[in-house]
């Protein structure tokens, strides 16, 4: 089956109109002060996307959304990328709202799915544990049903966006095993037994660990089929990490112009040190690694939006991605030297929002792993 990767001329036009939007809303120095913050992410420019009608991008009319396709939200995570905008894009469109409309029932689906549109609904992946693996044998926080609902009890560690959150998807456990017993509840950031701590780390995203004691809840906070959550869970997170691939490929668009035009400007030696066929090669690594990607990413992204089975494409793209992130950013601090490992330079902002891209909803090799499985599986 051939495959066209270009974007069509509504898509290309939703990237620029995007591009211009995050440019203007989302400058290194509002970055820095967003980082500095206690929210994460502009408030502001969450409510402009919303009134832009690109929260519901992919939600059906019903709902009050544009009823497009996958590929339509594609673009729109690149910018996010290329401009380093933060927020809870990922969890809320890329897992959220595709979990709702797999396996959430109708009233879920009415009750969420409008109010993601609107902005007013924010929605948080819970899942990593203290073994910090990404399969269904590393879930423990336990559901345990009580006659009325289910009482949760555990930790979740790396939670996004809790306190902005209306809701959590909480992956927890239900019955023995490993992917049989997973069951997915949506829970609120609010409710009584739920403790929450912002967590250090080198992105300075709002990340947190977040602690269930006794935590009530009633059964129609399930998502999906009790003990059947593992499989829906894990589709939505590899269509998510296809998104998060776009977001490291617009990244590295701007770190490639970012890195090309210093190696023109810098000069040792009375020349530009990119006249050096070495500083050349390493500006090429970064080129290529993006363009590697992104036609990966464009390939997985053309299979889901196609209702084509793409797990196997998908893992390769998200594992290449991932490698790639880490690859081309140690590329470009190669070429800037010492002047890009000041937090000043903005360079910096980006590779420290690379480390949080190799591991959020897996690692490169936790991707493989999944190739390996379905190669095998056939």
Same mark, same amino acid.
């Given at each position: 089956?051939?495959?066209?990767?270009?974007?069509?001329?509504?898509?290309?036009?939703?990237?620029?109109?995007?591009?211009?939007?995050?440019?203007r809303r989302n400058t290194p120095e509002g970055l820095r002060d967003i980082e500095a913050?206690?929210?994460?992410?502009?408030?502001?420019?969450?409510?402009?996307?919303?009134?832009?009608?690109?929260?519901?991008?992919?939600?059906?009319?019903?709902?009050?959304?544009?009823?497009?396709?996958?590929?339509?939200?594609?673009?729109?995570?690149?910018?996010?990328?290329?401009?380093?905008?933060?927020?809870?894009?990922?969890?809320?469109?890329?897992?959220?709202?595709?979990?709702?409309?797999?396996?959430?029932?109708?009233?879920?689906?009415?009750?969420?799915?409008?109010?993601?549109?609107?902005?007013?609904?924010?929605?948080?992946?819970?899942?990593?544990?203290?073994?910090?693996?990404?399969?269904?044998?590393?879930?423990?926080?336990?559901?345990?049903?009580?006659?009325?609902?289910?009482?949760?009890?555990?930790?979740?560690?790396l939670v996004g966006w809790v306190p902005e959150a209306s809701r959590m998807i909480v992956?927890?456990?239900?019955?023995?095993?490993?992917?049989?017993? *997973?069951?997915?509840?949506?829970?609120?950031?609010?409710?009584?037994?739920?403790?929450?701590?912002?967590?250090?780390?080198?992105?300075?995203?709002?990340?947190?660990?977040?602690?269930?004691?006794?935590?009530?809840?009633?059964?129609?906070?399930?998502?999906?089929?009790?003990?059947?959550?593992?499989?829906?869970?894990?589709?939505?997170?590899?269509?998510?990490?296809?998104?998060?691939?776009?977001? *490291?490929?617009?990244?590295?668009?701007?770190?490639?112009?970012?890195?090309?035009?210093?190696?023109?400007?810098?000069?040792?030696?009375?020349?530009?040190?990119?006249?050096?066929?070495?500083?050349?090669y390493m500006v090429s690594d970064i080129l290529i690694d993006m363009h590697r990607a992104?036609?990966?990413?464009?390939?997985?992204?053309?299979?889901?939006?196609?209702?084509?089975?793409?797990?196997?494409?998908?893992?390769?793209?998200?594992?290449?991605?991932?490698?790639?992130?880490?690859?081309?950013?140690?590329?470009?601090?190669?070429?800037?030297?010492?002047?890009?490992?000041?937090?000043?330079?903005?360079?910096?902002?980006?590779?420290?929002?690379?480390?949080?891209?190799?591991?959020?909803?897996?690692?490169?090799?936790?991707?493989?792993?999944?190739?390996?499985?379905?190669?095998?599986?056939?």
């Amino acid at each position: 089956m051939s495959i066209d990767i270009q974007f069509e001329d509504h898509q290309l036009q939703l990237a620029e109109a995007a591009r211009e939007v995050f440019a203007r809303r989302n400058t290194p120095e509002g970055l820095r002060d967003i980082e500095a913050g206690d929210v994460g992410f502009s408030l502001e420019l969450w409510d402009e996307v919303a009134q832009l009608g690109w929260l519901g991008i992919n939600i059906p009319e019903a709902y009050g959304g544009a009823g497009a396709g996958f590929l339509d939200l594609y673009p729109v995570f690149e910018e996010l990328g290329q401009a380093l905008v933060p927020g809870p894009y990922l969890d809320t469109l890329g897992l959220g709202a595709n979990l709702l409309l797999d396996v959430g029932t109708a009233a879920q689906k009415e009750t969420y799915l409008p109010r993601i549109v609107s902005g007013e609904c924010i929605l948080s992946l819970a899942l990593l544990e203290s073994s910090g693996g990404f399969g269904p044998t590393d879930i423990e926080l336990r559901a345990d049903d009580d006659g009325d609902g289910y009482l949760l009890n555990g930790t979740k560690l790396l939670v996004g966006w809790v306190p902005e959150a209306s809701r959590m998807i909480v992956a927890a456990r239900t019955g023995d095993g490993g992917a049989e017993g *997973i069951t997915l509840f949506l829970v609120s950031t609010n409710i009584a037994g739920l403790g929450k701590s912002r967590l250090r780390n080198i992105a300075a995203e709002a990340l947190y660990e977040v602690t269930f004691e006794n935590v009530a809840v009633a059964r129609d906070a399930i998502l999906g089929q009790v003990g059947q959550g593992w499989a829906p869970l894990e589709r939505a997170m590899i269509k998510a990490a296809v998104l998060q691939g776009a977001t *490291i490929v617009g990244a590295a668009r701007t770190v490639l112009e970012m890195t090309n035009q210093y190696a023109k400007d810098r000069e040792q030696f009375g020349i530009p040190i990119g006249k050096n066929q070495a500083v050349q090669y390493m500006v090429s690594d970064i080129l290529i690694d993006m363009h590697r990607a992104d036609l990966l990413n464009r390939q997985a992204a053309f299979l889901i939006d196609a209702g084509k089975p793409f797990e196997r494409a998908a893992a390769i793209s998200v594992a290449f991605g991932k490698a790639a992130s880490a690859h081309f950013h140690r590329q470009a601090h190669e070429v800037h030297a010492g002047v890009a490992f000041i937090e000043e330079h903005d360079l910096t902002l980006f590779s420290k929002h690379a480390k949080y891209w190799e591991n959020n909803y897996g690692d490169a090799r936790h991707y493989r792993e999944l190739f390996a499985d379905t190669a095998f599986s056939r």
